[in-house]
């Protein structure tokens, strides 16, 4: 387990605090869901952030009070590709539209999400997927749960039976990164059953925490996409990581998370 997502001061409050959490991003879902449809077409990275910022605001602006009004006196994390560590005190760490590329495109992969950072503990989080009407919802200490029913990560104890998924954490990665990316992909279609690559980095970690898919990975990225899955998949029972193994934390230079059966198999074919 990170040492990010051990030992978490958790209130007696920070229950109802998840509870009107998870009202408040399936309220932005559903801006974001009367929004989506058609492919929305542009010529430009200009054009292409417009959109893209335009979806954004409309979950924001039904995020940001909420949330505020919840916490008055909690940070909020701006830019959702910020990573490291976070100052002292409360956080939200808050994406409106993860996956926000994909609802541009008509595809059907993005959520909402927003986490409370408590001295640099996740103590909670909730990730609502508009178009399924799913919420999961994660508690420090609490267990995970998916629309109230509990969450648990695979049993699988064999990689090679194993399905098993990465992501593109953002566009214009250098190429040591994007090198990187590759060979991992390579040895994991060697030592694993199936491998899966799409964004987001959330809704794959969902999967795991549901059990679904056996473990994922990531190199670099950032605290809005990780943080959500990270305290669901670890409430849920499964191992959070670095690639290496080592304590994984915003910092971390690459991400894992697998089911307990198959992560050191996995960090052994990551490290190769």
């Not at 893209?52 to 701006?78: C, K, M, Q, S």
């Not at 996409?225 to 670095?242: K, N, Y």
Request: aromatic fraction near 4%; proline fraction near 6%.
């Amino acid at each position: 387990m990170s040492e990010i997502l051990q030992n978490p001061v958790v209130t007696a409050s920070d229950a109802d605090l998840l509870t009107q959490t998870a009202i408040a991003v399936r309220a932005a879902g559903s801006a974001l869901r009367e929004r989506f449809g058609e492919v929305v077409r542009y010529q430009s990275r200009e054009e292409l952030m417009r959109a893209l910022a335009a979806n954004d605001d409309a979950a924001l602006d039904i995020l940001r009070p909420r949330l505020t009004h919840l916490r008055p006196d909690a940070g909020w994390v701006e830019d959702e590709l910020d990573g490291g560590a976070l100052p002292s005190g409360e956080w939200w760490v808050v994406d409106p539209a993860e996956g926000n590329v994909n609802h541009l495109h008509a595809l059907t992969e993005w959520a909402v999400t927003a986490t409370l950072v408590r001295d640099n503990q996740p103590v909670l989080t909730a990730a609502h997927l508009p178009l399924t009407g799913e919420t999961y919802t994660a508690l420090a200490g609490a267990g995970a749960h998916l629309d109230g029913r509990p969450l648990h990560v695979s049993p699988t104890a064999d990689l090679g039976l194993s399905i098993v998924a990465t992501s593109q954490a953002r566009p214009d990665e250098d190429e040591k990164v994007v090198r990187r990316v590759g060979s991992s992909i390579t040895a994991m279609l060697f030592d694993a059953l199936v491998v899966r690559t799409a964004v987001p980095a959330t809704l794959h970690l969902l999967n795991v925490a549901a059990g679904r898919i056996d473990a994922f990975w990531q190199f670099s990225g950032a605290r809005a996409d990780l943080l959500p899955g990270a305290l669901l998949v670890t409430e849920a029972g499964g191992r959070i990581s670095d690639a290496e193994g080592r304590p994984w934390t915003p910092q971390s230079g690459s991400f894992l998370a697998a089911a307990p059966g198959v992560h050191a198999e996995a960090v052994a074919t990551l490290s190769r």
